[in-house]
């Protein structure tokens, strides 16, 4: 090994711990009595007082909903979108592509606050409903890339097989298309439902009075400055749950 | 039947046939109706059509968009951009070697395991690790300052730089670098004349994909920067969730929006399509 291979050995390392350094710092200090940094005393108190919190419990729940249900609603229309397009032999692929490609380019914040209008305009009541169509607005478009990638890599004359053998397009879709395309799909869901169950921006412009997620949770406490024990027992559960979600994605899409 | 074989001809020639048509058309209205049409009732508020009370003018005003072009705006704007800009070149330098080293270096078992710490972050809210580093930089009292938004940012982005720059090179075909080296040349000349411009598409994709949200951030200069670091994002954020301010609100997201697209469209136009 050269010299130039060590120093970038040694930068890797450094890079990495500079990532992590922070979240282990956060998960050590929520099993810490005192909380901060200086002086350390092992306890699950923290834990145990959240789980008495009843504001985390129903911002946990309203968070485990929105998600699943975003997860959900985003896979179908993503998937039989993606499905359409990649079937279709159009000229207007490119264009219609780039429909579904806007959401994941244009800044965050300007589709949260244009949704806000858009909702305040049609007098639409906020809270669970519109947290969740924002969400979902932008989910579609995710699970739209992972599927198409699956699809793209679709092996086609297993259907044609299928339609020779006499099986109809709605059966050949259910027995031989559906199938095959699960990984990608079960993939998709996990993406859509970790985008939901993150989001922040979009669901602070959407949200009304009382609905409140996990990450406003986080947010409202830690706003101004405030670290406290309990909100690294929440921060910690949290990373278990986005790493946990993760391990399961790159399971799926490696199959 | 013979209507329907007809309308089927043409779709067919079109290249659209019925089921893809009748499968695109509801993902395609839910986008048109919650994506696409909120940014058109956020252009009509920026020209006033829509005004207070949801009273609609006919006239149009540019008053809005005069306001938000105000001189204490514009170095709101620039100041984004400065950040953001900076972000980019920094999480670049940082990045490439870090990526060469895991793409290039690593052994086959470490490399896999250094993947996997370079996609994790990917995976955790900004909101948890801005938080994360929150709790550091405030024992170290540098919360709340310019430096602190900047580390911020670099922290949050350095995942989207090195994953496209590793997708890259690992894609690299290793027998050009051997070429290079067979012919005399020295590891550094091979870097700047084979490695870095096989590099360029990846260098590209994750500037963008860094550069782009990191002009909108709000989360970062609002939890790190508080009252001391104003952008477009926290800018945003008070004009509509404190000052109720929306159609000035709407304005300066309207050109904001309009820097970015031009910035796209440039970038597509020059070097051709997005390939991540």
Known sequence: MSLTDNLMKIHTIAILLFLYAPIAIVVLSSFNEYGGLSSFKFTTRWYESLLQNSTVWKAFSNSLLVAILCALISVILGFISAYGLVRANTAFKSSIESIFYIPIIIPEITEALSLLLFYNLLSFPLGFISVLIGHTAFSISFVFVVSKARLAGFDRSLEEASMTLGANRLQTFIKITLPLSAPGIIASMLLSFTLSWDDFIKTVFTTGPGFQTIPLVIWSQSARGGVSPELNALTSLMLVISITLSYLYVKMIKR | ????????????????????????????????????????????????????????????????????????????????????????????????????????????????????????????????????????????????????????????????MILPLYVNLEKLDRSLLEASYTLGASPTKTFLKVTLPLSLQGII?????????????????????????????????????????????????IIYIFIILAMLIVYVKKIGGIEI
Not at chain 2, 84 to 89: D, G, L, M, V
Not at chain 2, 116 to 128: C, D, G, H, K
């Open chain 2, 1 to 160: 039947m013979e209507f329907l074989k007809i309308k089927m001809k043409i779709l067919s020639r079109i290249g659209l046939h019925g089921t893809s048509l009748f499968l695109l058309f509801p993902p395609l209205v839910f986008l048109a109706i919650f994506f696409y049409i909120p940014f058109i009732i956020a252009f009509l508020y920026s020209i006033g059509i829509i005004g207070r009370d949801r009273v609609i003018n006919i006239a149009p005003t540019l008053s809005y968009f005069i306001e938000a072009l105000n001189p204490l705006y514009l170095k709101v704007v620039a100041n984004s951009l400065y950040i953001a800009a900076i972000t980019t070149i920094s999480c670049l330098i940082i990045a490439y070697p870090v990526a060469y080293y895991i793409a290039l270096k690593a052994s086959y078992k470490l490399r896999n395991l250094l993947m996997i710490a370079v996609i994790l972050p990917y995976w955790i809210s900004f909101l948890l690790r801005t938080y994360a580093l929150m709790t550091i930089l405030s024992s170290l009292n540098m919360l709340f300052t310019y430096h602190a938004v900047v580390i911020g940012m670099i922290y949050d982005y350095l995942p989207f």
């Open chain 2, 205 to 253: 994709a994750g500037c963008i994909l860094v550069f782009v949200p990191a002009t909108g951030e709000f989360i970062v200069p609002y939890m790190l920067g508080g009252v001391s670091v104003t952008t477009i994002g926290t800018l945003t954020w008070d004009l509509f969730l404190k000052f109720h301010n929306w159609w000035r609100g709407a304005a300066l997201s």
